[in-house]
């Protein structure tokens, strides 16, 4: 299945696109895409659904394929050249960061430039959602919990994430700085996450290309490395690293500006385009 959200933001309902080419509303068998409601057992629910007969909507914006996100769970320096770019050695763990969920945006929506930025970059990934209970789950069993899979952009603000004191979370967490989507794939149309192909353009530039068999660490490895340590839960969505081309590492950084368009996605997962813009001054929440 490809389950998405199509409507204004804050105002998307779920949605499954039909083998017809149409897109159904899942809203009658359930509220949103997010936490217990993209559980195994909530999937096979929806599958066992006849799609056919769901009320047909009209295209129009793509919101983030999960509502919210309980964790946000991403992975640095997961591929081989993107290491070797980026003048560091292959980590002998996974390297665990956060971006916090506030992060999450629509496919297409814009990426806002935060207020102090000026090493904004780009970072194509597959995103992995978890569909069930992870607590010390072996690497033959982790992919058997994978509610599905997406493309995520890891938005990254370079100068906030290593210039600055503290952890990478900073660099990593502005509003916008987490498109996902358009579509979460689920995980049987998904035979094999080791052997996807990526890519990412900037103004019609490819700056990444790769596969996911350039990972360091595989995806049953992350999710059993990372269920060690803490509880996966539904719903819990995994960034699981980037290929070589971020703008970080070429020489001259080529770091995004204002009116750039940067394009990307996965073979069988979608794709997302996002116009670069300058965030709104902040204003004071009451």
């Given at each position: 299945?490809?389950?998405?959200?199509?409507?204004?933001?804050?105002?998307?309902?779920?949605?499954?696109?039909?083998?017809?080419?149409?897109?159904?509303?899942?809203?009658?068998?359930?509220?949103?895409?997010?936490?217990?409601?993209?559980?195994?057992?909530?999937?096979?629910?929806?599958?066992?659904?006849?799609?056919?007969?769901?009320?047909?909507?009209?295209?129009?914006?793509?919101?983030?394929?999960?509502?919210?996100?309980?964790?946000?769970?991403?992975?640095?320096?997961?591929?081989?050249?993107?290491?070797?770019?980026?003048?560091?050695?292959?980590?002998?763990?996974?390297?665990?960061?956060?971006?916090?969920?506030?992060?999450?945006?629509?496919?297409?929506?814009?990426?806002?430039?935060?207020?102090?930025?000026?090493?904004?970059?780009?970072?194509?990934?597959?995103?992995?959602?978890?569909?069930?209970?992870?607590?010390?789950?072996?690497?033959?069993?982790?992919?058997?919990?994978i509610?599905?899979?997406?493309?995520?952009?890891d938005v990254?603000?370079?100068?906030?994430?290593?210039?600055?004191?503290?952890?990478?979370?900073?660099?990593?967490?502005?509003?916008?700085?987490?498109?996902?989507?358009?579509?979460?794939?689920?995980?049987?149309?998904?035979?094999?996450?080791?052997?996807?192909?990526?890519?990412?353009?900037?103004?019609?530039?490819?700056?990444?290309?790769?596969?996911?068999?350039?990972?360091?660490?595989?995806?049953?490895?992350?999710?059993?490395?990372?269920?060690?340590?803490?509880?996966?839960?539904?719903?819990?969505?995994?960034?699981?690293?980037?290929?070589?081309?971020?703008?970080?590492?070429?020489?001259?950084?080529?770091?995004?500006?204002?009116?750039?368009?940067?394009?990307?996605?996965?073979?069988?997962?979608?794709?997302?385009?996002?116009?670069?813009?300058?965030?709104?001054?902040?204003?004071?929440?009451?």
């Amino acid at each position: 299945m490809k389950l998405l959200r199509i409507g204004a933001p804050a105002a998307e309902i779920p949605v499954i696109w039909h083998e017809d080419g149409s897109y159904r509303d899942l809203s009658s068998l359930v509220g949103d895409l997010a936490g217990s409601t993209v559980s195994l057992e909530t999937l096979e629910r929806l599958r066992a659904a006849d799609h056919g007969a769901l009320p047909e909507i009209a295209p129009d914006r793509i919101g983030s394929c999960l509502a919210w996100v309980p964790n946000f769970h991403c992975i640095g320096l997961n591929y081989r050249r993107h290491a070797e770019e980026s003048g560091m050695a292959a980590p002998s763990e996974p390297i665990l960061f956060n971006k916090a969920s506030t992060a999450l945006s629509g496919p297409n929506d814009p990426i806002l430039r935060p207020a102090g930025s000026s090493q904004l970059d780009y970072e194509v990934e597959l995103g992995v959602v978890i569909g069930a209970v992870c607590e010390h789950v072996s690497e033959a069993e982790a992919l058997e919990k994978i509610a599905g899979y997406c493309v995520v952009n890891d938005v990254s603000e370079r100068s906030f994430q290593l210039t600055r004191q503290g952890q990478w979370v900073k660099g990593k967490s502005a509003p916008s700085f987490g498109p996902v989507g358009p579509w979460l794939v689920t995980a049987d149309e998904v035979p094999d996450p080791q052997d996807l192909k990526c890519w990412l353009d900037v103004n019609g530039e490819t700056r990444q290309l790769s596969t996911t068999g350039d990972m360091i660490f595989s995806v049953a490895e992350i999710i059993s490395y990372l269920s060690r340590f803490m509880r996966l839960v539904p719903g819990d969505l995994i960034a699981t690293g980037t290929p070589e081309g971020v703008a970080m590492g070429m020489e001259p950084p080529q770091w995004l500006q204002p009116g750039d368009e940067v394009n990307l996605g996965f073979v069988g997962l979608g794709e997302q385009t996002q116009i670069v813009e300058e965030a709104p001054a902040p204003s004071l929440v009451p």
